[in-house]
């Protein structure tokens, strides 16, 4: 079974502070993703890669920016956080190429920040 | 711009009984469309995907239709189940390379003893 881990279920900062939110996973992925989910809002891509080093902003990249050195990990970093960043947040994975591709999603980060 | 709009926005049945989402989409060029459960506190897991040319597929408990010319999609929940509570997402895959997926809202189910 595909298995996409991120480093943290719930997660406090402050405002100001610089976060990172870590996502691993252990397929052989090409592309990966982040995502953040609000009520009413629905996920909203923020970056995706599809390739180590490689990044591509999605709709809504503004505040955050991404760090892909390995193929496997890919992290997502608040550089001031704000509280409208207050949010869950989302990471996936898909093999590249064919749009029949999965995305498989980790769990979740719950920020929450003060 | 490519849209997926989703209904109801929740629902609330009785345990045992029948329900169905629906899914409305303009994403065109259209490659596949897939819904997704979300239990609280997790991440998305696909239920079922379908092609432009498919018109129903099933997954258990879970029957999805498409119909491609109205560009609306249903998900039906048959003999629901407690565990059946969680949202459930339609999302599209246009049809042009990497262009990233458009996700509906969700439907927030709730299934009630």
């Known amino acids: 079974d595909v298995k996409v881990t991120q480093s943290s279920r719930y997660l406090v900062k402050r405002t100001g502070e610089k976060v990172f939110l870590e996502c691993v996973q252990d397929?052989?992925?090409?592309?990966m993703f982040w995502y953040r989910q609000d009520p009413g809002l629905g996920l909203r891509l923020i970056y995706f890669s599809y390739d180590v080093k490689m990044k591509e902003k999605g709709d809504i990249p503004e505040g955050y920016s991404v760090s892909r050195e390995k193929k496997e990990r890919f992290s997502l970093i608040l550089e001031s956080a704000s509280t409208n960043q207050t949010s869950m947040y989302l990471c996936?994975?898909?093999?590249?190429?064919?749009?029949?591709?999965?995305?498989?999603f980790g769990p979740g980060t719950r920020l929450t920040v003060l | 711009k490519n849209q997926v709009e989703q209904s109801p926005q929740s629902l609330i049945i009785l345990e045992g009984k029948n329900c169905t989402l629906q899914c409305n989409y303009t994403v065109s060029p259209f490659s596949n469309l897939r819904w997704y459960k979300q239990d609280t506190g997790r991440g998305p897991v696909s239920l079922t995907i379908?092609?432009?040319?498919?018109n129903t597929k099933s997954n258990g408990r879970y029957t999805a239709t498409l119909d491609a010319d109205t560009k609306q999609s249903s998900l039906h929940i048959t003999a629901s189940q407690l565990s059946d509570s969680a949202s459930y997402i339609c999302?599209?895959?246009?049809?042009?390379?990497?262009?990233?997926?458009?996700f509906g809202k969700g439907t927030r189910l709730s299934v009630i003893a």
């Open positions: 397929m052989d992925h090409e592309n």
């Open positions: 999302v599209v895959t246009p049809n042009s390379g990497n262009t990233p997926l458009v």
């Open positions: 996936a994975s898909s093999l590249p190429g064919s749009a029949m591709t999965t995305q498989y």
């Open positions: 379908m092609t432009f040319s498919e």
